[in-house]
T-cell receptor, first 111, second 114 residues
Framework: NAGVTQTPKFRVLKTGQSMTLLCAQDMNHEYMYWYRQDPGMGLRLIHYSVGEGTTAKGEVPDGYNVSRLKKQNFLLGLESAAPSQTSVYFC??????????FGNGTRLTVT | AQSVSQHNHHVILSEAASLELGCNYS??????LFWYVQYPGQHLQLLLKYFSGDPLVKGIKGFEAEFIKSKFSFNLRKPSVQWSDTAEYFCAVKPPGGGNKLTFGTGTQLKVEL
């Protein structure tokens, strides 16, 4: 049972490049989330999904897009990366309760 | 704006000292409360949670937290810290009517010195 798996673990992008972060969970959870973690700011919710085929904006959605085509996967896309998107990104999932299980994070640097 | 506040940003303690980290929230109504810990280079792990019932909650690794509704607080405590408790600690709140979304505090970096 792998839990929540994020790929890649590290990535360096140049300004304007695009990329997709993948989050996969094998716990059959309905809810999935993408957070970014920045020093002194805690975790802020980017986008989330309450089920397959659904997505919604979180606290800081600008510059990101998401898709949940399959229940187990939640993709986070950056169409045109900016230095302000340098951060550590965490994916999480939860069942219909409220406990969240986190992935190991993706460290993204945009130069 | 409604929020979660952790007023201690950095805490340095010696081993065996007692710990109390503050967490206050500004939501009215029924909330669910959480403390997560993030060890260096690792992901967030749940320490403890409060949904209802006994306001004194015991978690893993000797941590506990007390929900005081009148003070909108959920402070984390440990009687005697260890060097291995060095980590960042996050308070999180599921607001009323907030679906399953958590709002996190800004975190408290704890360093325990030998």
């Amino acid at each position: 049972n792998a839990g929540v798996t994020q790929t890649p673990k590290f990535r360096v992008l140049k300004t304007g490049q695009s990329m997709t972060l993948l989050c996969a969970q094998d716990m059959n959870h309905e809810y999935m989330y993408w957070y970014r973690q920045d020093p002194g700011m805690g975790l802020r919710l980017i986008h989330y999904s309450v089920g397959e085929g659904t997505t919604a904006k979180g606290e800081v959605p600008d510059g990101y897009n998401v898709s949940r085509l399959k229940k187990q996967n939640f993709l986070l896309g950056l169409e045109s990366a900016a230095p302000s998107q340098t951060s550590v990104y965490f994916c999480a999932s939860s069942p219909l309760g409220t406990l969240s299980y986190f992935g190991n994070g993706t460290r993204l640097t945009v130069t | 704006a409604q929020s979660v506040s952790q007023h201690n940003h950095h805490v340095i303690l010696s081993e065996a000292a007692s710990l109390e980290l503050g967490c206050n929230y500004s939501y009215g109504g029924t909330v669910n409360l959480f403390w997560y810990v993030q060890y260096p280079g690792q992901h967030l792990q749940l320490l403890l949670k409060y949904f209802s019932g006994d306001p004194l909650v015991k978690g893993i690794k000797g941590f506990e937290a007390e929900f005081i509704k009148s003070k909108f607080s959920f402070n984390l405590r440990k009687p005697s810290v260890q060097w291995s408790d060095t980590a960042e600690y996050f308070c999180a709140v599921k607001p009323p009517g907030g679906g399953n979304k958590l709002t996190f505090g800004t975190g408290t970096q704890l360093k325990v010195e030998l």
